[in-house]
């Protein structure tokens, strides 16, 4: 008897055209042999409500959410798990026998390719984050998890900051210091991890790189990027001061992996995923 039904999961977003998710979801289906399909669906905020009720009824086993939806999805959810409940944000929903489950996999994903990729333990260390969006919030929240010392937020919109340095201090057993952003801002000399959790240099602007002091970037410090790109300017200008890099890619590639085992039940062939983005990014650079 011929079996043409797949599973479907995929992502709700809106502009969502340019989600490169599918690439590397579609690549770990092919490489592991599954019968599954990840779908890039338009939705728009005010479609939302209808757009979850449609996992339910397409028996979908999962969705990912990115802008605008990440926040407002909340309010649809039958379940969130606690560290997407302390960010207020999910990106990854797994239908568990018409369950709906929230979950946050951005932050987690950050945090393994540190410790794997950079080889990074944050335990007891100094970091300091550039932004204060959802990135940065389910960053900061990971770290503080995971034992980080102090984390200094800098951003130049003061709620924002002010919002999520209180949520680490109050929430976590982390200290967190709110600086608002000003041109040329110096890196204390203490500084063991610097995050750009910013949108500065995602294309079409990959010229473009955060307002900081170069110079105060040292040999010791891990500098971390989460634009998804093999080299902004924002990590080349670090490397050449000696700091050891980390590109947004990794983050991109764990944060699905772990979205990957939830869905399905297998481990991620994370090397495929990574190598399918590669690719794909290459080609759109036009390199
Ligand atoms: P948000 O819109 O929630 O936040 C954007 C942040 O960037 C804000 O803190 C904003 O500051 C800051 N910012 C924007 N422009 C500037 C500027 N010119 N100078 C200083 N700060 C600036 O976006 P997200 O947090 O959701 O996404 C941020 C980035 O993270 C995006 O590029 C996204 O692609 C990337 N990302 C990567 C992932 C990965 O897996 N690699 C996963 C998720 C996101 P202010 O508050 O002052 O406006």
Not at 90 to 107: A, F, P, Q, S
Not at 184 to 202: C, M, Q, R
Request: glycine fraction near 10%; charge should be negative; aromatic fraction near 6%.
């Amino acid at each position: 008897m011929p079996d043409y039904k797949e599973e479907l999961i995929g992502v709700f977003g809106h502009p969502v055209a340019e989600n490169p998710t599918v690439v590397m979801h579609e690549a770990a289906f092919a490489a592991l042999g599954l019968k599954w399909r990840y779908l890039t669906i338009e939705v728009l905020p005010d479609d939302l409500e209808n757009a979850m009720k449609g996992i339910r009824a397409f028996n979908m086993k999962g969705i990912n959410l990115t802008i605008p939806h990440k926040v407002n999805v909340l309010k649809y959810l039958d379940e969130i798990k606690p560290d997407a409940a302390l960010m207020g944000a999910v990106n990854t929903v797994i239908n568990v026998d018409g369950r709906l489950i929230g979950e946050n996999t951005d932050g987690k994903g950050f945090m393994r390719s540190l410790t794997r990729d950079a080889k990074f333990d944050p335990s007891g260390k100094k970091a300091v984050v550039l932004g204060a969006g959802g990135a940065a919030r389910s960053i900061c929240v990971e770290l503080a998890l995971a034992g980080v010392k102090t984390i200094s937020i800098v951003n130049r919109n003061t709620g924002r900051g002010e919002s999520l340095t209180s949520l680490i201090n109050t929430k976590t057993s982390s200290e967190a210091h709110f600086i608002r952003w000003e041109p040329g801002y110096e890196l204390p000399k203490d500084t063991d991890v610097l995050i750009n959790a910013t949108s500065v240099g995602l294309a079409p602007d990959i010229h473009q790189k955060p307002d900081i002091s170069y110079d105060s970037i040292t040999g010791t410090m891990v500098v971390c990027d989460v634009i998804p790109a093999p080299a902004t300017s924002f990590l080349r200008e670090s490397e050449k001061r000696g700091a050891k890099i980390l590109d947004g890619l990794g983050m991109l590639v764990y944060q699905g992996a772990i979205g990957f085992k939830l869905w399905t039940g297998f481990d991620a062939p994370v090397e495929v995923m990574h190598q399918a983005l590669s690719r794909a990014f290459n080609t759109e650079s036009g390199g």
